[in-house]
């Protein structure tokens, strides 16, 4: 189908008059056509709307859907698996392999964009060895990102690198340049988390020029978000805000509210580092409500733990307790241990300075734990913050300090 608006609009069109007069099959016909074409331009809400209009008239798989990728692209999880399962048991039931693991692959990546990693590796374990069947390769190069996206999340680099790797080529045989845009933007990302940030921004500017190329109004939005967050990584806060300031207002045009909310909450700490604390505030208070409203639990927490330093930066620490303390369990919750270890330094620090050292050294030695679990690089200088502190008490008591460890 052409991708000329004039045109979309005549098919639009023809589709709203087959709802009204009940002809189900064109309706089905034409809106998995512009569908498919508003879906790779980021018109999501048109595609809900669409979607749901032909879903009227009687049950059909490729309306849950595209029903589906619009809700997960615009922060609605929930909602989007249970179309992704519908859509599923159709297509099985109709012995639909390419578009059964296709299904298996979006539904992955609902659950790694909540951060539910096994889930996401299930599904997309299901789904290769049947894209790979069709020889869909297409499918297979975005499956074998998504792959390389939960071992990112997993904080396995170097494997999420190799699975980029093998995504990288395929995705340029085949010739689809959003999700080329996309994968170079993740490994940019990796790169930010390996410390090399030249590497990221390489990565990253690669991504840009790919997604305006293309015009992934999305892609777009992401990657400039990305390279704010390498610029505060700088602490170069002035091209951060500029970077945050060009991908805030595109977020806001697709409907994407959970990036929207990441790329508040990232302004926010760039306030933060200036010291503008009632910015940085601001800021933050406009992430959390969105943040809650796509059920984003693991960004709620980092955004609660930031408002928190905030206050505590303020000497108001009674609220800064009150903010930790509610980004602790969620950060339980999501199994997000180096969060939680990051979280409960904060309560530990509060702890010292009012000279609560036995509080304080109760939280550093949950905090030592989780970081020795995940082997974590501040294990060493937080482990001697402990020890300082375990001094200090038995000076203060005037005994012996306790063995090492925690």
């Given at each position: 189908?052409?991708?000329?608006?004039?045109?979309?609009?005549?098919?639009?069109?023809?589709?709203?008059?087959?709802?009204?007069?009940?002809?189900?099959?064109?309706?089905r016909d034409v809106g998995t056509r512009v569908c498919l074409v508003w879906l790779h331009t980021?018109?999501?809400?048109?595609?809900?709307?669409?979607?749901?209009?032909?879903?009227?008239l009687s049950a059909d798989a490729n309306a849950f859907f595209h029903r589906a990728w619009a809700?997960?692209?615009?922060?609605?999880?929930?909602?989007?698996?249970?179309?992704?399962?519908?859509?599923?048991?159709?297509?099985?039931?109709?012995?639909?392999?390419?578009?059964?693991?296709?299904?298996?692959?979006?539904?992955?990546?609902?659950?790694?964009?909540?951060?539910?990693?096994?889930?996401?590796?299930?599904?997309?374990?299901?789904?290769?060895?049947?894209?790979?069947?069709?020889?869909?390769?297409?499918?297979?190069?975005?499956?074998?990102?998504?792959?390389?996206?939960?071992?990112?999340?997993?904080?396995?680099?170097?494997?999420?690198?190799?699975?980029?790797?093998?995504?990288?080529?395929?995705?340029?045989?085949?010739?689809?340049?959003?999700?080329?845009?996309?994968?170079?933007?993740?490994?940019?990302?990796?790169?930010?988390?390996?410390?090399?940030?030249?590497?990221?921004?390489?990565?990253?500017?690669?991504?840009?020029?790919?997604?305006?190329?293309?015009?992934?109004?999305?892609?777009?939005?992401?990657?400039?978000?990305?390279?704010?967050?390498?610029?505060?990584?700088?602490?170069?806060?002035?091209?951060?805000?500029?970077?945050?300031?060009?991908?805030?207002?595109?977020?806001?045009?697709?409907?994407?509210?959970?990036?929207?909310?990441?790329?508040?909450?990232?302004?926010?700490?760039?306030?933060?580092?200036?010291?503008?604390?009632?910015?940085?505030?601001?800021?933050?208070?406009?992430?959390?409500?969105?943040?809650?409203?796509?059920?984003?639990?693991?960004?709620?927490?980092?955004?609660?733990?930031?408002?928190?330093?905030?206050?505590?930066?303020?000497?108001?620490?009674?609220?800064?307790?009150?903010?930790?303390?509610?980004?602790?369990?969620?950060?339980?919750?999501?199994?997000?241990?180096?969060?939680?270890?990051?979280?409960?330094?904060?309560?530990?620090?509060?702890?010292?300075?009012?000279?609560?050292?036995?509080?304080?050294?109760?939280?550093?030695?949950?905090?030592?734990?989780?970081?020795?679990?995940?082997?974590?690089?501040?294990?060493?200088?937080?482990?001697?913050?402990?020890?300082?502190?375990?001094?200090?008490?038995?000076?203060?008591?005037?005994?012996?300090?306790?063995?090492?460890?925690?």
């Amino acid at each position: 189908m052409a991708t000329d608006p004039r045109a979309l609009a005549r098919w639009a069109e023809v589709h709203r008059l087959a709802v009204a007069g009940a002809q189900a099959s064109i309706a089905r016909d034409v809106g998995t056509r512009v569908c498919l074409v508003w879906l790779h331009t980021s018109r999501f809400a048109a595609v809900e709307a669409m979607a749901t209009a032909t879903l009227t008239l009687s049950a059909d798989a490729n309306a849950f859907f595209h029903r589906a990728w619009a809700l997960s692209s615009t922060g609605r999880p929930w909602p989007a698996l249970r179309d992704y399962q519908r859509a599923l048991t159709m297509y099985q039931q109709a012995g639909d392999r390419g578009r059964e693991a296709a299904t298996f692959s979006n539904m992955g990546l609902v659950y790694a964009e909540i951060g539910d990693w096994r889930r996401a590796l299930d599904f997309y374990g299901q789904a290769l060895p049947v894209l790979r069947e069709v020889g869909d390769r297409a499918g297979e190069a975005a499956t074998l990102s998504n792959v390389g996206g939960v071992h990112a999340g997993l904080g396995d680099w170097r494997r999420a690198l190799d699975f980029y790797g093998q995504a990288l080529p395929v995705l340029r045989e085949v010739g689809d340049r959003a999700s080329e845009a996309a994968t170079l933007s993740n490994v940019g990302l990796v790169y930010v988390r390996l410390g090399d940030r030249q590497q990221a921004l390489d990565f990253f500017h690669r991504s840009l020029a790919v997604a305006r190329e293309v015009g992934d109004r999305v892609g777009e939005g992401v990657t400039l978000n990305n390279i704010g967050l390498v610029y505060a990584g700088f602490e170069d806060w002035r091209r951060a805000l500029d970077f945050y300031g060009q991908a805030l207002p595109i977020r806001r045009e697709v409907g994407d509210r959970a990036g929207e909310a990441a790329t508040l909450h990232n302004i926010g700490g760039v306030y933060a580092g200036l010291g503008d604390r009632q910015q940085a505030f601001d800021h933050y208070h406009q992430a959390l409500p969105i943040r809650r409203e796509v059920g984003d639990r693991a960004g709620e927490a980092v955004t609660l733990n930031n408002i928190g330093q905030v206050y505590a930066g303020l000497g108001d620490r009674k609220r800064a307790l009150d903010h930790y303390h509610q980004a602790l369990p969620i950060r339980r919750e999501v199994g997000d241990r180096a969060g939680e270890a990051v979280t409960r330094y904060n309560i530990a620090m509060l702890h010292r300075a009012d000279g609560d050292l036995d509080q304080a050294i109760q939280e550093l030695e949950h905090v030592v734990d989780l970081e020795r679990q995940i082997d974590h690089p501040d294990l060493e200088a937080d482990t001697a913050v402990l020890e300082q502190l375990r001094r200090q008490r038995a000076k203060d008591h005037g005994s012996e300090p306790p063995p090492a460890g925690p």
